[in-house]
């Protein structure tokens, strides 16, 4: 059984991990760049405790991005190899979202080794980090019109499937079909959306073990009332799959590859290690 609560909506994750290490809210449901704005954040903060995942959907787990480039741009020799992104004018979405540009952007330069290309992020709904996805449906229009001489993209595995599907306003399926082909490779899986809570000491109980006793409870509570949903509940399976939920709620494993903290802290936006805090004053550089 949950205990009273209630719900606040914030337009920007920004205000939202504030919110949560400062003790204004107990649970925050943060997307992966927000979650490690809030371990470091927390971490700097010596009245703070450490932030901890609760729970997640199962489909937030192994998020995949995939690299697409048009058709006509490919060499017969390429084999569709993300080496043909090579000097080649790539699409993304947001520059803050981790699926659609901060984690493949960082894969193609730093893992894959491409540096000579221009990147182009399309920016909407900028503290959003991505997750209406605005910038990675543009970022296929993009491609497929050859603005500005685009000829590659960088999206969501997601929003190229439901782009395929014929589920994207101004995104003809077939011409993506025919005309874009998906590239061999790709950048790391990450975990997305996470349940993050503060772990012990809450920073506005006073330090009083009785109120860290009623923090974690509340916590343990909410985190149990969420896993225990069953789709086969016919009351509660409308909930879950408006959620986008395949099947059931998951324990908490965020980002188990760091591929967006190291994503991060090579735009010097977040420590190299856990609990290293180096966003500080940029904490509003995405949505500012």
């Not at 760091?258 to 609990?275: D, I, P, Y």
């Amino acid at each position: 059984k949950l205990p009273h609560f209630d719900y606040i909506l914030f337009t920007n994750y920004e205000q939202q991990v504030s919110a949560l290490v400062d003790g204004h809210i107990d649970v925050a449901w943060n997307g992966p760049v927000a979650h490690v704005m809030a371990e470091d954040l927390a971490a700097d903060n010596p009245d703070c405790a450490l932030v901890e995942s609760c729970g997640m959907r199962d489909v937030d787990r192994d998020f995949r991005t995939v690299a697409l480039m048009k058709r006509d741009c490919l060499e017969g020799g390429e084999e569709w190899s993300v080496s043909a992104m090579k000097g080649q004018t790539i699409a993304t979405g947001s520059s803050d979202s981790p699926q659609g540009h901060l984690v493949p952007v960082d894969w193609l330069v730093h893992t894959v080794g491409i540096d000579d290309s221009i990147i182009i992020p399309h920016e909407y709904d900028l503290g959003k980090h991505g997750d209406t996805a605005v910038g990675e449906i543009e970022a296929m229009k993009a491609m497929l019109a050859g603005s500005d001489g685009t000829s590659a993209a960088l999206v969501s595995e997601m929003m190229y499937q439901r782009g395929l599907d014929g589920a994207l306003d101004g995104i003809d399926a077939e011409e993506l079909r025919e005309s874009v082909v998906q590239l061999r490779e790709r950048p790391a899986v990450f975990d997305h959306c996470t349940f993050d809570a503060l772990v012990g000491d809450h920073p506005s109980d006073g330090g009083k073990s009785s109120d860290i006793d009623s923090h974690r409870a509340k916590i343990a509570a909410f985190s149990n009332a969420v896993l225990s949903m069953d789709m086969n509940d016919p009351c509660q399976a409308p909930i879950m799959k408006l959620e986008g939920i395949n099947k059931q709620w998951m324990g908490p494993r965020v980002d188990p590859g760091g591929a967006v903290r190291t994503a991060l802290n090579r735009k010097g936006l977040a420590s190299a290690g856990q609990f290293n805090n180096s966003f500080g004053t940029q904490m509003r550089a995405f949505s500012s």
